[in-house]
C-alpha cells in the first residue's frame, strides 16, 4: 500500500503542539538571581518550577528553544503507573518494597495531576481509562501471568484477560484500572502560566551551556549571562552536565513513532500496550470533534533505524489491519532514555553535589515520572522527607542487571563508534535529488548533505560534538542523529537533542 493510497503525511507534526496557542517568552538578556534555577521546559521542569513556586520559592526557568517542544510535545499522553512489563523484573532486582514504592510513586503523581485537573478546571481533555499491556505470542502468555502475579504480590487492581475489545488476536492480556489519558500540552499550558502568577519567570531561546558547582551554583548560559542560584533542577531531557556522573553511559536513547489515525470503524475505549516485537500502542484522541486513534511503537535506537519512514509505514499497515483508515492528519516521532535497570534518575546529580539536581531516564513513561520527579526534587529543595527518593536516586546501584546492561550497551557505542569512523562514503552531494539527505564524500571528507526542496544544498560535519561519534542521517524527520549516545542534529547542524551541546561543524571550515 502506497503512502499516496493512504494519505501519510509528507512532514512529521505533533498533535499536541499544532493544536496548542502557547505564550512566546523573551530570551534572558542580563545576569539574574533566584532560589532555584530550572533547566529545560518540559512537563518535568514546568512542574517543578509550579511545585517551588506555589511553596514560596522564587524561581527561573530557562528553555533553549521554545517550551514544550520536546519530548513532552510528541508524547502518547498516558498517565499511568503500567509501564509495560515491569514489576516482576522489579520484584526479582529491588524487591517487594521498593517495587511498591515503585507503583506508588507513580500512582501518587497519577492523582496529583487528576486532582489538579479537577480542582483547577483546566481544560485538557483528561478522561479515565483502562490500561492494558497484551501479548498475540503464545509463548509470551507466561511473561503476562508473572506480570499478573507480581500485580497481585503488590497488591495492584488488576484483571487477567483473554480477548480484547479491539479486532486483535491476542494471546493474553493484564488490565490496570482506573488509569488516565489527556492533552498533555493543554494541561501544561496551565501550568506555565501558574508560575508566571506565582512570580515565577520563564525565558525562552535562553540554551544553558554550563553549570558552575559550588555552595551557590551558577549557570552560564549561550548568550553570556549568569544566573546565580541556591539549586539548579536539570530537566533537560539528557543531563548536558556531565562532568563525574557518566550518564552518557547509563542511558540509552531510543525513538518511537505516532499515527493519529481516524479509523473506518468505532475505537471502543482503552488504553493498550503490546509486549511483543516491535511494540504497538494504542489510545483514543478527539481532534477537531472527532475520535481518531493514536497508534504508536517501533522502537529502535536512536540513530540505528535504517530507513526510518518504514517505521511509520509499519504503524499504518497495522491501524488498516485493525481498524482500516480514513485519513492519517499528523505523524511524529519522540525519543526517549532508557536507565540501565529501568528505572529513572531523580535526585542529586553526584552524591556529594546536593544542589544540582537531576531527572532523566523515564522509558517512555514520562507523564507520571516526570510527575514524581518535580515533587522530588521539590521536597530535596524544601528539605522534606519523601518515602520514594531511595528508589530513583542517580547513585544507587543494582548489580543485576546493571553490571551486564552496561557492558552490552557501551560495545554497543564503541562498534557504531568505529564503524563510523571506518566508513568510506561513495555518494557525493552532487548525486542527492530534492528532500533527499545522505552522508557523502565531500572535498576527501566524510560529510552530512540534505538538498532541501528548493535545491539547496546544506552541508555538515558528521562528527558529533558530544564525543566523536558519526552521525547517521534519520530520512523520517530530515534530522542527523548520533547512533552512540542520542544527539539530534537540524539538517544546519544545530542541535535538537542532547547529551551534545555544541552544533555541528561547518565541514568547509
Not at 30 to 47: F, H, P, R, S, Y
Not at 466 to 484: A, I
Request: charged share 25%.
Amino acid at each position: 500500500m502506497s503512502n499516496q493510497e493512504q494519505k501519510l503525511p509528507d512532514s512529521p507534526e505533533s498533535y499536541w503542539r499544532n493544536s496548542t496557542n502557547l505564550p512566546k517568552f523573551e530570551e534572558l538578556s542580563e545576569d539574574v538571581k533566584t532560589d532555584v534555577a530550572v533547566i529545560g521546559g518540559g512537563m518535568t521542569g514546568l512542574t517543578t518550577a509550579y511545585l517551588l513556586t506555589k511553596k514560596g520559592y522564587s524561581v527561573i526557568l530557562i528553555e533553549s528553544g521554545r517550551i514544550l517542544d520536546g519530548t513532552t510535545g510528541y508524547t502518547t499522553a498516558k498517565i499511568t503507573a503500567q509501564h509495560d512489563l515491569i514489576y516482576d523484573e522489579l520484584i526479582g532486582h529491588i524487591g517487594m518494597p521498593n517495587a511498591r514504592l515503585y507503583y506508588e510513586a507513580n500512582l501518587k503523581a497519577l492523582s496529583f495531576i487528576k486532582n489538579l485537573v479537577l480542582e483547577q478546571k483546566i481544560p485538557c481533555d483528561f478522561e479515565e481509562q483502562d490500561a492494558c499491556i497484551y501479548t498475540t505470542e503464545e509463548q509470551s502468555v507466561q511473561k503476562i501471568r508473572k506480570e499478573y502475579e507480581a500485580y497481585q504480590k503488590l497488591g495492584i487492581d488488576r484483571e487477567f484477560i483473554k480477548d480484547l475489545p479491539v479486532p486483535i488476536d491476542m494471546k493474553a492480556g493484564l488490565v490496570m484500572k482506573n488509569q488516565a489519558q489527556f492533552h498533555p500540552l493543554h494541561y501544561l499550558k496551565h501550568l506555565a502560566e501558574a508560575v508566571l502568577e506565582a512570580g515565577g519567570k520563564i525565558y525562552e531561546n535562553t540554551a544553558a551551556k554550563e553549570i558552575k558547582e559550588g555552595d551557590r551554583p551558577k549557570v552560564l548560559t549561550r548568550n553570556g549571562h549568569q544566573i546565580f542560584s541556591d539549586y539548579v533542577a536539570c530537566c533537560t531531557h539528557f543531563p548536558f552536565h556531565d562532568k563525574k556522573g557518566f550518564y552518557f553511559a547509563r542511558l540509552e536513547p531510543s525513538r518511537s513513532y505516532v499515527l493519529a489515525v481516524k479509523p473506518k470503524t468505532p475505537y471502543p475505549g482503552g488504553m493498550y500496550l503490546s509486549i511483543d516485537q516491535p511494540s504497538r500502542s494504542l489510545r483514543s484522541v478527539t481532534i477537531d470533534g472527532e475520535e481518531m486513534v493514536l497508534v504508536g511503537g517501533e522502537s529502535h535506537k536512536t540513530g540505528q533505524g535504517e530507513d526510518t519512514i518504514r517505521h511509520y509505514q509499519a504503524l499504518e499497515s497495522f491501524a488498516e489491519g485493525v481498524f482500516g483508515i480514513e485519513s492519517i492528519p499528523y505523524r511524529w516521532s519522540a525519543q526517549d532514555l532508557i536507565t540501565l535497570d529501568k528505572i529513572p534518575y531523580i535526585g542529586p546529580i553526584y552524591p556529594k553535589e546536593k544542589r544540582i539536581l537531576v531527572a532523566t531516564g523515564f522509558r517512555k513513561w514520562g507523564m507520571t515520572t516526570s510527575t514524581l520527579a518535580a515533587q522530588l526534587m521539590t521536597d530535596h529543595i524544601a528539605g522534606e522527607d519523601n518515602p520514594y527518593q531511595a528508589v530513583f536516586q542517580p547513585a544507587r546501584f543494582h548489580p543485576d542487571p546493571s553490571i551486564k546492561k552496561v557492558i552490552s550497551y557501551n560495545a554497543d557505542v564503541a562498534k557504531h563508534f568505529a564503524e563510523g569512523k571506518l566508513e568510506q562514503p561513495i555518494r557525493k552531494p552532487e548525486d542527492l535529488v530534492n528532500g533527499e539527505g545522505a552522508v557523502v564524500s565531500h572535498a576527501g571528507k566524510r560529510a552530512g548533505a540534505y538538498r532541501d526542496e528548493k535545491g539547496e544544498l546544506h552541508l555538515v560535519d558528521t562528527t558529533c560534538t558530544h564525543m566523536g561519534c558519526e552521525v547517521e542521517w534519520n530520512d523520517g524527520e530530515k534530522t542527523w542523529d548520533c547512533p552512540c549516545h542520542g544527539s539530534r542534529f537540524s539538517v544546519d547542524g544545530d542541535v535538537i537533542e542532547g547529551p551534545a551541546v555544541e552544533p555541528l561543524k561547518d565541514p568547509e571550515s
